[in-house]
């Protein structure tokens, strides 16, 4: 959502190339991510012009890439792959370790250390299928194996100097915990000395909401944060966790409510969090830091004005409103004149069948749902999910309840108005569209004059607002 | 040839009057210049002082009422001017003059509106 909310990195040529490591096939959560980054991919294919780079003011204005096709000239025309496979991952714990080809020595060692019950809360015999459930002893047993997974060749022999890695992780579940630091080893042990001497990021994000308490499931929120000294105890002796060049921690203490306790699959979806927002400042603030800058190992830890329980905008620092709230302020402007306004102003110049053709979708009918699909997931995760008490602090940012004006858009920072001043009003924003729209080349291709429109007068929106709460 | 112009614009749709010469020496050439002048005047307001300012009167509908307005603005001209340059009561010739008139003046202004709308930004698709 930053990127596509066109936050500045400092570099030209950027190019981030995510990657989901989970060994839950079918994580809720994951799925949405690996459809939202794939949108993104899709959308910055059709909407954006190749000139945008990094640096510049536009939406989706960093290029994303699949790890798949490093080496591939044709790489930007093929589809976006963002998660590794496991191989033989739809088989237990127990298989996978080959528990009944051990010698009987090492079979007690192992079950000395791994619960061999088959009750709810399986050890030796969790299938792999739905993740670690909680349990890091488990993931650092395998993810060692994603060292010879060809995905994971592939990314270390195309990793060349000047390439940098930013790893995201839990410490209170399973695979973050056990995977953060076999990835951070796997690099700094690897035969290519680029990738072994490269820059390394990470925020490894700390208890922030709690669950449902229940028996049967092997999710126990009362135990996060033993999970996590536990794991900060490990990071603080570990020599390769201490050669990360930046590492963010972020935690969240103030966390009302309970989310559902679903140990993983398909029913894991939960709301997004302010938490998670502020944790992707984090690969930002990295990029665009300096490689010297980088030299020493250092760590840190995201710091707001105030507070505020639930958080909102004003909480923020002024540094961190101007760097990544703006952005977003000017996308969620975006995001509802796009999803409320442009649909229903048919009269109007930019409208019509000969300028972007709405009626029609802009002619490109698939990439048309797909950046209004962008939009009202953005519209769900800052209004409604992130607005969540049940979900931990709540962060009140944007309202886009009302399709008549947009000066109550943003939560505290109500634009006034008066008898000859009606603010963002709908003739407003349709006069605003307009002007942006025929000023475009008359010759760019209808999408990105689309978006172009939007950005100006998202723009336009957020100036005429003035400062922010 | 000026004059010319508009008097077989004019003697076309309503025929020559004999009883009265001014219409052709006089009264046709001002009427079409002044309805001429008075349509792209409309149409310049329409579309590149309006057009331009604000996104107020720029709809299909709004052009409409103009290119009306214009046609009943026509029909005063012809009915005006040949009155008072020809001293008399309003007879049928002077009626039909009129009535093409407004006919004229709205396809002058019809006209104007195909020159100028590129110009224009909230009304460059108006009426098409």
């Known amino acids: 959502m930053l990127l596509a909310s066109g936050v500045k990195i400092d570099k030209k040529d950027v190019s981030i190339i995510p990657v989901i490591i989970d060994t839950d096939a079918h994580n809720g959560d994951t799925a949405r991510t690996r459809d939202i980054l794939k949108n993104y991919y899709d959308i910055r294919k059709t909407f954006v012009n190749k000139a945008v780079t990094p640096d510049s003011q536009h939406f989706f204005s960093t290029p994303i890439s699949s790890f798949n096709r490093l080496n591939q000239d044709n790489a930007e025309n093929a589809d976006l792959d963002v998660q590794f496979n496991f191989q033989n991952q739809d088989t237990t714990f127990a298989n996978f370790i080959n528990h009944s080809g051990l010698d009987q020595v090492n079979k007690d060692v192992i079950e000395l250390l791994y619960n061999d019950s088959l009750d709810e809360h399986p050890e030796l015999h969790l299938n792999l299928s739905v993740g670690f459930k909680g349990n890091p002893n488990i993931g650092s047993v395998v993810f060692n194996e994603l060292a010879d997974s060809p995905h994971f060749k592939n990314f270390e022999s195309n990793f060349t100097s000047g390439d940098r890695v930013f790893i995201i992780s839990s410490i209170f579940g399973g695979t973050g915990s056990s995977g953060f630091p076999t990835l951070v080893k796997m690099m700094r042990s690897s035969t290519n000395q680029n990738l072994a001497q490269t820059n390394i990021g990470a925020i490894t994000v700390m208890p922030y909401f709690n669950v449902e308490t229940d028996d049967k499931s092997a999710i126990n929120s009362a135990i996060f944060d033993t999970k996590t000294k536990a794991a900060l105890a490990y990071y603080a002796d570990d020599k390769f966790i201490k050669s990360i060049n930046a590492l963010y921690y972020i935690s969240d203490n103030k966390k009302p409510g309970a989310l559902p306790n679903v140990e993983g699959g398909k029913g894991q979806v939960n709301n997004g969090h302010v938490v998670e927002l502020i944790s992707a400042t984090s690969i930002i603030d990295f990029i665009n830091r300096s490689d010297s800058d980088l030299q020493t190992p250092q760590a840190f830890e995201f710091g707001a004005n105030q507070d505020g329980n639930p958080f909102t905008i004003k909480d923020f620092s002024l540094t961190t409103k101007d760097k990544y709230i703006k952005h977003l302020v000017h996308f969620a402007y975006a995001s509802s004149i796009a999803l409320q306004y442009v649909p229903t102003l048919t009269k109007e110049t930019f409208y019509d069948k000969k300028e972007l053709n709405i009626d029609n979708s802009l002619g490109v009918p698939n990439g048309y749902q797909k950046i209004l699909a962008f939009f009202n997931e953005f519209s769900n995760w800052t209004s409604k999910e992130m607005n969540d008490s049940n979900s931990g602090r709540a962060f009140i940012s944007f309202n886009f309840d009302t399709d008549q004006h947009l000066n109550n858009m943003i939560h505290g920072g109500e634009l006034k108005t008066g008898l000859f001043n009606k603010g963002l009003s709908k003739s407003k924003i349709a006069e605003m569209l307009t002007r942006n729209e025929v000023n475009e080349p008359k010759d760019m291709p209808i999408p990105e004059k689309y978006l172009n429109m939007l950005y100006k007068t998202a723009f336009q929106c957020t100036s005429l607002k003035g400062e922010l709460p | ?128």
């Not at chain 2, 001002?30 to 709809?59: C, D, E, Q």
């Not at chain 2, 009422?65 to 001209?77: E, H, K």
């Open chain 2, 1 to 128: 040839m000026q004059l010319s112009i508009f008097s077989t614009l004019y003697e076309f749709a309503i025929g020559q009057n004999q009883d009265y010469p001014e219409y052709d020496e006089v009264v046709f050439s001002s009427v079409g210049w002044l309805t001429l002048a008075a349509a792209l005047l409309i149409a310049f307001l329409f579309y590149i002082v309006l057009g331009r300012m604000k996104p107020i009167w720029h709809h299909t509908s709004h052009w409409f009422i103009t290119a009306f307005l214009t046609g009943i603005l026509g029909f005063a001209i012809a009915f005006a001017l040949s009155k008072d340059e020809l001293q008399i009561s309003p007879d049928g010739y002077l009626i039909r003059f009129a009535c093409f008139n407004l006919l004229y003046a709205m396809i002058y202004y019809f006209i104007c509106s195909l020159l100028l709308k590129h110009f224009s930004i909230f009304s460059k698709r108006t009426p098409f």
